[in-house]
Structures are given as C-alpha cells and as structure tokens.
C-alpha cells in the first residue's frame, strides 16, 4: 500500500505559478512511475505529466507542454510539478497517482494508488 498526500495548490492569476508536491509513505517509492492527472468540473480526469523511477523518461499532456514540469525527489519520497504561465484552463483537482511499470503505463491508464487532491484555481 502508498500513501499519496499532495499539498501546494491554490489561488493564481493567470501568467503565475504554483509548484504542486506530493509525499509517499508506506511501500518503497522509488520502485513507482509518478504523475500528476487534473479533473475540472464536468470534465473527465486527465493525465497532465508522469516520470519514471530514475527520472530519465517523463510524459507530458500536450496542453501543458514548455509550461509544466514534473520532477522527483527519491531520497524525500517525494515529486513536484512546476506549474508556470497558468491559465483559466488549467483551473482543476489535481491528482498524484503512483504505479508500478513503466510511466507510459501510468499515463494510458492511471495509477494503483490516488493522493486524495488538491485544488488549483487560476483567475483571469
């Protein structure tokens, strides 16, 4: 079992940043592909960034490429997504997902373990 805790979101204006973390606890973190999915409301949820265990491949939803970047911390169980020039769009619940595999995997269909949210509102 993991346990996914995110924290970091927020209110923003558009052109701003915020920089999501989400800590696990529980089985070995560095043995799961990591991402990050978003549901807005109304919306289905969707896959936003993935990175494998070594930090070598990361995945990237179109709508967020050049402007997010996911990244890891083994030694912190811990990983981030930097979130710059943020857009009303981008307004959603984001979600940290764990699973083992490769990170592809994770971003066709999700994870094995869910952080339970967090809210990332941007202004216009």
């Known amino acids: 079992q993991v346990q996914l805790v995110e924290s970091g979101g927020g209110l923003v204006q558009a052109g701003g940043s915020l920089r999501l973390s989400c800590t696990a606890s529980?089985?070995?973190?560095?043995?799961?592909?990591m991402g990050w999915f978003r549901q807005a409301p109304g919306k289905e949820r969707e896959f936003v960034a993935g990175?494998?265990?070594?930090?070598?491949?990361?995945n990237y939803a179109d709508s967020v490429k050049g402007r997010f970047t996911i990244a890891r911390d083994n030694a912190k169980n811990t990983v981030y997504l930097q979130m710059n020039r943020l857009k009303p769009e981008d307004t959603a619940v984001y979600y940290c997902?764990?699973?083992?595999?490769?990170?592809?995997?994770?971003?066709?269909?999700?994870?094995?373990?869910w952080g339970q949210g967090t809210q990332v509102t941007v202004s216009s």
């Open positions: 997902a764990a699973r083992s595999g490769p990170v592809a995997v994770l971003a066709k269909y999700g994870g094995d373990y």
């Open positions: 529980g089985r070995t973190f560095s043995n799961y592909a």
């Open positions: 990175i494998n265990w070594s930090s070598i491949s990361t």
